[in-house]
């Protein structure tokens, strides 16, 4: 049996939908006697996702592949947040669950948004990625992830010491969300004709805002990689910011 960890595409792994999957793949896997169960992480779209952000979907495989007593999503979010983080509270998990849930602008969205202007340059083909982005919404996430990011400050005073720059990870792909998922409504004003076309100012502002949170992001990286894709990344957010310069030249 082979899930996944459901990080791929994304900043944060997508931990509802990885309990779902392995939960699922694990029960098949006992009822029908499997030799084994490989529990999987793919890279796509650069890896964007920190690869401590897996952890939690690796502990469910080795839960679920080595007892056919399942838990409920529910307390075994609350037995890592304890038993793996030093979370007394045992909300950790859930936060983070909640947390991967408010990408407005996900990175696969952006990335094909990116690939059909620069590479295909095709304005309907990203219009139409665009018109997959639920107006409005990214207002409301980015509310959602402050209110989230102010328990996980809280939280990195009391998890054991090693896992607070595991923390801070996922304060930074938080933010990643915010930035990402700010462009957004440039993006519907610029193509979609969708509202009033933002200040050069306020696109001055987003370019370099995209641009900070990408420095940052490039030493999160190299404490634990090569250079690998990082330069993929890289131009993506850089063609951004470009074009955000570019809107009201």
Not at 7 to 30: D, F, T, V
Not at 131 to 150: H, K, T, V, W, Y
Not at 161 to 178: F, H, V
Request: charged residues 25%.
């Amino acid at each position: 049996m082979c899930p996944g960890v459901q990080g791929w595409n994304q900043l944060i792994n997508k931990y509802h939908e990885a309990y779902e999957n392995i939960s699922r793949m694990a029960r098949y896997g006992h009822e029908c006697h499997a030799m084994g169960l490989l529990n999987t992480d793919w890279g796509d779209y650069g890896h964007i996702n920190h690869p401590d952000f897996s952890r939690i979907g690796m502990i469910y495989g080795a839960a679920f592949s080595w007892n056919a007593d399942i838990l409920p999503e529910e307390e075994i979010n609350r037995q890592i947040s304890v038993l793996e983080f030093g979370d007394a509270s045992g909300k950790l998990v859930s936060v983070l669950d909640l947390l991967c849930h408010q990408d407005a602008y996900p990175w696969r969205t952006a990335v094909m948004v990116q690939e059909a202007l620069e590479l295909h340059q095709d304005k309907e083909e990203a219009a139409e990625l665009l018109r997959s982005c639920a107006e409005g919404d990214a207002d409301a996430a980015n509310a959602s992830i402050d209110a989230l990011c102010a328990v996980l400050y809280e939280k990195a005073g009391t998890v054991r010491p090693e896992n607070r720059p595991m923390i801070y990870a996922y304060l930074l792909a938080a933010d990643g969300l915010k930035v990402l998922n700010r462009l957004l409504p440039f993006l519907r004003a610029s193509l979609l004709s969708e509202g009033t076309l933002p200040e050069k100012e306020d696109c001055f502002a987003l370019a370099g805002d995209l641009e900070r949170w990408l420095h940052s992001y490039k030493e999160l990286w190299r404490t634990v990689s090569k250079e690998s894709e990082l330069y993929r990344i890289a131009h993506v957010f850089c063609w951004y910011a470009d074009l955000l310069r570019d809107l009201n030249a």
